[in-house]
């Protein structure tokens, strides 16, 4: 199994208040992503990074940041938390762009709850 | 952006029988994957095939990436298959993996 954590795993937080998630990995891979999970939507992109500083925005960037300052932490920000945003977040990486080394690998995910 | 679609949305089926779930895609892909989410939650990446055919143990899949679709083959089902199956798959150039809605598999003892 590809050595990804997150935390926490599980937070019940209120509107309006701050909230980081972590995405640990120890497999030194280049690219980390963050996948949020809804009913019915299945796993849409929020960000991604390909390098340390290096990120870029996915299908469902508004609301969230990103930053990853070391190549094993990618940190996901909710600034100002909304009822929207109440998902389960995963974490995912993969090695490279190339044919064959981008197989994607997940964490186990965070349920975040905002009240 | 490219569209995926995965039928059928559910099944259920009884252990030891076979199924086939597809994954249709708009465009030509580069990149295609098959995930398993298991009742708990944990996803696992079953098999890497923007193109060809993979095999492991019960499980192979078929990527006809002229005609736009892929398979995934499932024999001699259990239990612990159940869950929910997703197709990922990247278009032409540097964009990120887009997910179909998964299709959810129950399989009854």
């Known amino acids: 199994d590809a050595g990804i954590t997150q935390s926490p795993r599980h937070k019940v937080t209120e509107t309006g208040t701050p909230v980081t998630l972590r995405c640990h990995q120890t497999?030194?891979?280049?690219?980390m992503y963050w996948y949020r999970q809804d009913p019915g939507h299945g796993l849409r992109l929020i960000h991604y990074?390909?390098?340390?500083?290096?990120?870029d925005k996915g299908e469902v960037s508004d609301g969230y940041s990103v930053s990853r300052s070391k190549t094993e932490d990618f940190l996901l920000t909710l600034e100002s938390a909304t009822s929207s945003q109440t998902s389960v977040y995963f974490c995912?990486?993969?090695?490279?762009?190339?044919?064959?080394?981008?197989?994607?690998?997940f964490g186990p995910g965070t349920r975040l709850t905002v009240l | 952006g490219i569209q995926v679609e995965q039928s059928p949305p559910d099944l259920i089926l009884q252990e030891g029988a076979n199924s086939t779930l597809r994954c249709n895609f708009s465009d030509s892909v580069n990149n295609l994957q098959w995930f398993h989410q298991n009742p708990w939650g944990q996803l696992i990446n079953l098999f890497y095939i923007p193109s060809g055919t993979k095999q492991n143990g019960r499980l192979s899949a078929t990527t006809v990436a002229t005609e736009r679709y892929s398979l995934l083959y499932i024999s001699s089902s259990q239990t612990t298959d159940s869950g929910v199956y997703f197709c990922?798959?990247?278009?032409?150039?540097?964009?990120?993996?887009?997910f179909g809605k998964g299709t959810r598999l129950s399989v009854i003892a």
């Open positions: 995912a990486i993969s090695e490279s762009e190339g044919l064959g080394s981008d197989t994607q690998y």
């Open positions: 990074s390909y390098g340390v500083k290096d990120t």
């Open positions: 990922a798959v990247r278009g032409s150039g540097n964009t990120p993996l887009v």
């Open positions: 497999e030194n891979h280049r690219y």
